[in-house]
């Protein structure tokens, strides 16, 4: 490109070395080992500008595209799950075909609880009766173990839950121990960004300022090149106007 044909608003600036070999870097590959991202939302607030923040998502949504981890494979590198095979379960396989069959729930059984005498046919049988009795000293001795088990739960169940509203406690304060650790390490890690950015702010903004110095330096070198360059166009058509050889000057130039 001659300066003759270079617009105006061109920029002469250093273009960036190539990637090594090639291959786009590696967060451009979708793989972030060993890559370190960081922003300055302390001091750059050009995001807030709504045209900032388009060009900036049209940026991302296009570095998404170019990536070739999918969202369907973002799970891919984890181990897979175990195999678990339920139906090999007795109970759970007797319930698995009850359900497939459409069959209703069992009942609980609550007939072991009721003091039911002998069936009439059977009220003259002597093993009958005896069947019966023996149910109704074990539904007795059922509810002697409950009353037994109220007692101990009113001589003993308050001091009981008071230790285990205690141990609640302890375990309540320890955890709000590790919270307040944990928000006292990020407030610090926040504040030391917050002071490290404003430190460079001052750094960024000299060299900001210095870029567009020269950026502008650059523009002036290359209007003054065009105004010259017009000039000997100038001069040359003057020189043959008037007869002058100065093809081999022109050939130098």
């Not at 490109?1 to 273009?15: G, N, P, S």
């Not at 070395?17 to 080992?33: I, T």
């Not at 709504?50 to 940026?59: C, G, I, M, N, Y």
Request: some cysteine.
């Amino acid at each position: 490109m001659t300066a003759a044909t270079r617009r105006k608003d061109d920029v002469l600036m250093l273009e960036a070395a190539a990637a090594s070999g090639g291959r786009d870097p590696r967060w451009r590959s979708g793989s972030f080992d060993d890559y370190s991202m960081d922003a300055l939302p302390y001091i750059d607030h050009d995001y807030s500008h709504p045209q900032v923040k388009a060009e900036v998502d049209k940026l991302i949504e296009d570095e998404m595209k170019r990536s070739t981890k999918r969202p369907a494979s973002f799970l891919a590198d984890l181990p897979p799950l175990p195999a678990v095979d339920l139906e090999e379960c007795p109970m759970l396989s007797k319930e698995f075909e009850r359900v497939r069959l459409g069959k209703p729930p069992l009942t609980m059984d609550m007939s072991r609880y009721a003091l039911d005498p002998p069936h009439l046919n059977r009220r003259y049988d002597v093993n009958a009766w005896k069947h019966a009795l023996h149910n109704a000293e074990s539904q007795l001795q059922h509810q002697t173990i409950r009353v037994e088990n109220l007692e101990l739960m009113l001589k003993y169940g308050a001091n009981a839950w008071k230790v285990h509203n205690q141990h609640l406690e302890a375990f309540h304060s320890r955890l709000q121990a590790i919270t307040r650790d944990y928000a006292h390490s990020i407030e610090s890690i926040n504040r030391e960004r917050k002071l490290n950015q404003q430190a460079a702010a001052a750094e960024l903004g000299r060299l900001e300022v210095q870029w567009k110095e020269l950026s502008q330096k650059n523009l002036d070198i290359e209007s003054a090149c065009l105004e010259l360059a017009v000039s000997v166009q100038k001069l040359h058509q003057e020189a043959l106007e008037k007869g002058a050889n100065c093809d081999s000057q022109t050939q130098t130039l």
